[in-house]
């Protein structure tokens, strides 16, 4: 039983594409997050939704743009995608019960723009 | 805004502890958490301290001090399935409860 999934695992596409990541959890959680980590292993925030609203918007291009149809479903749509886009992109969920945060993450969507 | 600093090579070998400090300035602070990552995978939690002292689980602790800022994971009796990045984590409490990452620490543990 996968807490939390992604799809597709691996995305490889040409600049200038749009594209999209799914991300889906069973564990009942009410935030969900997308996270990028570069080649460098640099883990960074981008989005997180609690309860389907938007809480946290880092600063990232308006060409991502996130959308969380119910509380277990976060997806991702990248227009225009550019050669710096290519990252590895890792949902995650976490219920926040305010005492100990443990946050799940999916196994990542690899994505490279050609 | 927020920042955290650790080392980012470490090397030890099998059977040895080894200990990854980290520090952080924020704006606003809840708890510090501390992940697991293999080449590979996907970060996976391990921790969290929201008050000063340590916390044990198995051959993993963690200790936070608010005071100074600083925390670190304490693995003993390593192994080799140990390898891996490890990565600290504030969460704030002033934006949402977002959690910013450090850069990570990699790990290699030697025969």
């Known amino acids: 039983d996968t807490a939390v999934s992604q799809t597709p695992k691996y995305l490889v596409t040409q600049m200038g594409n749009d594209k999209s990541i799914k991300c889906e959890q069973n564990l009942g959680h009410d935030t969900m997050y997308w996270y990028k980590q570069d080649s460098k292993k640099f883990l960074k925030i981008m989005f997180s939704?609690?309860?389907?609203?938007?809480?946290i918007n880092e600063t990232v291009p308006n060409r991502f743009s996130p959308k969380s149809p119910d509380k277990a479903h976060l997806n991702l749509h990248i227009n225009s995608l550019e050669l710096g886009d290519s990252a590895v992109y890792f949902c995650?969920?976490?219920?926040?019960?305010?005492?100990?945060?443990?946050?799940?993450f999916g196994p990542g969507t690899r994505l490279t723009v050609l | 805004g927020q920042s955290l600093e650790q080392p980012s090579e470490v090397t030890a070998v099998e059977g040895a502890i080894v200990q990854i400090n980290c520090t952080y300035q924020t704006s606003g602070f809840y708890g510090l958490s501390w992940y697991q990552q293999h080449d590979g995978g996907a970060p996976t939690f391990l921790s969290y301290?929201?008050?000063?002292g340590l916390e044990e689980t198995g051959r993993f602790s963690s200790f936070l001090s608010r005071s100074d800022s600083y925390g670190y994971l304490l693995l003993q009796e390593l192994q080799m399935k140990d390898s891996a990045s490890y990565f600290c984590a504030v969460r704030d409490d002033t934006n949402a409860g977002k959690s910013t990452f450090g850069d990570g620490t990699t790990l290699t543990v030697k025969p």
């Open positions: 301290n929201a008050l000063d």
């Open positions: 995650a969920s976490s219920q926040e019960t305010g005492a100990g945060e443990a946050q799940y």
């Open positions: 939704y609690n309860n389907k609203e938007l809480i």
